[in-house]
């Protein structure tokens, strides 16, 4: 990993130890050997108050600039491998070096209540999302009582 890449990750890190959102979950990963992988991190995402995600905790993998759900979760905007389908995670379309990691998950908490329909990743999810709400929004809730906050 570059030098200018670890220090950004380094300052990402105290930044994020000092402030970050309450439930919210951030560290990088341990090598084998011990040592931190700052362009590995495991992640946590809150769902959001007073939302069909509110109560439930979601873990999330960040191999920067990626972030993917682990394990998969059911969304119109992650794909089934997990990916999360996010402007300012795609290198092509918003992501920039400049974006903190608070700015990444705060992001894909938003994503997780509101639905991006013009980039449907999952098929199943995206169908219901648009043909049947009620059960959408039922499939959500279970989903959050399988991932409960602690």
């Not at 990963?29 to 109560?55: H, M, N, S």
């Not at 999360?84 to 990444?104: F, Q």
């Not at 894909?108 to 449907?120: A, F, K």
Request: proline residues 9%.
């Amino acid at each position: 990993m570059g030098t200018l890449c670890t220090t950004r990750l380094t300052e990402e890190r105290k930044n994020w130890r000092k402030d970050h959102p309450f439930g919210f979950v951030a560290r990088p990963v341990k090598t084998p050997q011990g040592a931190l992988d700052l362009k590995k991190w495991d992640c946590a995402i809150p769902g959001k108050d007073r939302t069909i995600w509110e109560g439930g905790l979601f873990k999330l993998e960040m191999h920067f600039p990626d972030g993917k759900f682990v394990p998969a979760l059911f969304h119109p905007n992650v794909y089934p491998s997990g990916t999360v389908c996010l402007s300012i995670l795609n290198e092509e379309e918003g992501w920039r070096p400049a974006i903190t990691i608070k700015e990444l998950l705060v992001g894909i908490q938003m994503l997780l209540d509101e639905v991006n329909p013009d980039s449907p990743a999952q098929a199943d999810a995206y169908g219901l999302f648009k043909k049947d709400r009620q059960a959408y929004d039922k499939k959500i809730r279970q989903v959050v009582k399988e991932n409960p906050a602690p």
